[in-house]
């Protein structure tokens, strides 16, 4: 069975500081997504991850793939209030058993 | 104006009720989702469209039909509502590069 777990699951912390999402998978993936969503919004896309060693960076958010610890990571640097939000991560095996299993979200909270 | 849109954005409705939630897109993409999503539990996958003849289930497609009448749109019914698929309902669409482009969402609840 296919889990997604991600942690932590809210996460506060001081503007300027570091700090990284895990996301954590159980079996083989296709892709894995990171997306972003705001309180009463929708979701939107940040990363796609395709394949073993991807990294992908964008401003301050820069999201990498080990596939074969079955593991992401979405890595905060010099954190702004701006990037507060819910952090989601997704496994996309819709191509071997119609599956995308979203993990829970990271609920971010950066403190001024 | 929006590349993925959902109508409607909310809803109530009484148990035993026939509802649809239609979603369109000017992308041009060939695949289509739909997802649910309740508090604390993330977004879970109802049915996804390759394309307009390509129709898959699904992580919890039970209660729930589609029809993709177009490449532009995609529905979801719910042929008779019950109170636990009260939930945002978001649509989604991908196309090369696997961005995934979700609508606003349609709030919807069941008495």
């Known amino acids: 069975e296919l889990k997604v777990e991600q942690n932590p699951l809210f996460l506060s912390m001081q503007e300027g500081k570091n700090y990284t999402i895990y996301c954590n998978y159980s079996?083989?993936?296709?892709?894995l997504y990171w997306y972003r969503q705001d309180p009463g919004k929708s979701l939107e896309s940040l990363f796609v991850l395709l394949s073993n060693g991807a990294v992908k960076q964008e401003g301050r958010l820069m999201a990498s793939l080990d596939t074969k610890a079955r593991l992401s990571t979405l890595h905060i640097t010099a954190a702004v209030h701006d990037l507060s939000a819910t952090y989601f991560c997704a496994v996309d095996r819709s191509n071997r058993d119609d599956k995308i299993i979203f993990g829970k979200g990271t609920r971010l909270h950066i403190l001024p | 104006d929006a590349d993925v849109t959902q109508t409607p954005r909310n809803r109530i409705t009484k148990t035993g009720k026939r509802i649809m939630l239609e979603c369109s897109q000017t992308?041009?993409?060939?695949?289509m989702y739909w997802y649910r999503q309740d508090p604390g539990l993330g977004l879970r996958l109802i049915y996804y469209?390759?394309?307009?003849?390509?129709?898959n289930k699904g992580e919890i497609s039970d209660g729930y039909s589609v029809s993709r009448q177009a490449q532009a749109k995609f529905s979801l019914s719910l042929e008779s509502a019950i109170p636990n698929q009260t939930a945002l309902y978001f649509c989604?669409?991908?196309?090369?590069?696997?961005?995934?482009?979700f609508g606003p969402g349609t709030r919807l609840t069941v008495l």
């Open positions: 989604a669409t991908s196309g090369p590069g696997d961005t995934q482009y």
């Open positions: 469209s390759f394309d307009v003849k390509d129709i």
């Open positions: 992308k041009g993409h060939d695949r």
């Open positions: 079996t083989t993936s296709d892709r």
